[in-house]
């Protein structure tokens, strides 16, 4: 009897996320719909004014809505391979926007091939392009309104709660413990918190007063424990999620293989391997080079202005690490001339006291164009140079210097794993506001969990973050 009551509080809780994961798909399909219409009436309604429209006789409505309809169903293939119907109990909005985006993009694609191959002449470009646009404004603002209406019936009637208890009596269980309590919108409620609880007591509180989900938030539990209560998890149907120690972080990235009949198990420092470094030197080469012809105004006038103000290069050539190889990393010139004499002397009024980096705000030794470069970022656009050369990659950890390095922890050492970049998860975070153990827990995480949409992810925030960041110093 007991058994079959934690089967339906199981059911309970899921029927929640198994509704909100089935209606997406109509909501997908009615929002591509409407954005095949708009982009018809749009085009033939609107911007015929300025451009009369040829197409509506061979392309009537009632033809063009039954190519949107098989057009759509592409779509929701292209969304489902991307995982956009997974099962989940919360969704994070941006990562979705994303996902959508790249999505979109690959049925696009599917349909702009198709028209190739048939050879045959489209009645519209601007109902392919206006299409693809719309479906991504469109899906995003559905699935928007599904993420607020998910959260207000969680917050208000608990609709597909997920009643947990969490174990552990350390820093993080408690951090885990603070954001359930603090943020009822995700769908987690806190019945129970054991500090360092024997098998029998976390049996006995699994019953009363009832739970879905056991989060084990101490990563040095003892492992004899964590078998016996993952057995009894499974065995009455319910969720045993934990948070990895150090050891079970090494088995994130790993490949087996077969070597005189034993298998071979290599722990790998990233997931950036085979195909995914190709793409992503691929990508290195289109947008540096692009980004040096279209930007070449831009770093003329920089160059003129940094040479009228004071005298010395134009170009400062820093001594970087990058995958523990030494190069030298192009920047604009925003001190005055020879500035590293003075970093000894100035190391007093460093303001990051946790980290061997040195950051200092209003240091005597930038310059008034420097000041504008440095808060605008455009002291980095040189950068793209390294990136063509192969020395960085435009997504990465930050740069490294030599005697920083020299400071570095062990577990600090985990972001040279791969190449060093223009921008990356700690740029987008907060930059030199962020704690220094912080940045590297954020470019660890990148490091260790590397994909080509977060890349692409990256890239953008960073574009949005250039006109609102003032962290950069």
Known sequence: MKNLSLWRRFKLMKKGELVFSALLLPVDFLMLILAGIATYFLRTK??????PVLFQFNLPFGRYLILVIFVSIIFIAAY???????????????????????????????????????????NSRFLVLGAWFLAVVFVSLGRLFMHYLQRFLVS?????????????????SQRLVGEIQANPSYGYRMVKHLSNPEV?????AIGNPGIDEVILANPNYPAERVVEIVDFCHENHLVFKFIPNLYQTLTTNFAIDTFSGAPLIELKRTALDGWGRI????????????????LSPVLAVIAFAIKWETEGPVFMHLERISRNRHFRLLKFRSMIKDAEKYKDFLWQFNERKDSPLFKMKNDPRVTKVGK??????????????????????????????????ARYEKHHK??????????????????????????????????????????IKILILTFLKLFRDKSAV
């Open 46 to 51: 609107i911007l015929s004014a300025f451009r």
């Open 80 to 122: 489902a391979v991307s995982g956009l119907y997974k099962l989940q109990s919360t969704r994070k909005t941006i990562t979705e926007f994303f996902r959508v985006v790249i999505a979109s993009s690959a049925a696009i694609m599917v349909v702009i091939i198709y028209i190739f191959l048939q050879q045959t002449l489209f």
């Open 156 to 172: 208000r009637y608990d609709f597909g709660i997920h009643k947990v208890m969490v174990i552990g009596d350390d820093e993080i």
């Open 200 to 204: 029998a007591e976390v049996k006995s």
């Open 279 to 294: 793409a992503k030197r691929t990508i290195d080469i289109v947008g540096s080079s692009l980004g040096l012809i279209i």
């Open 372 to 405: 504008f470069i440095r808060r605008s970022r455009l002291d980095e656009l040189p950068q793209f140079w390294n990136v063509l050369k192969g020395d960085i990659s435009l997504v990465g950890p930050r740069p490294h210097q030599p005697d920083e390095i």
């Open 414 to 455: 985990r972001v040279l794993a791969i190449k060093a970049g223009v921008t990356g998860m700690a740029q987008i975070s907060g930059s030199s506001d962020l704690p220094f153990e912080k940045e590297v827990a954020l470019d660890t995480l990148y490091v260790e969990n590397w994909s080509f949409a977060q890349d």
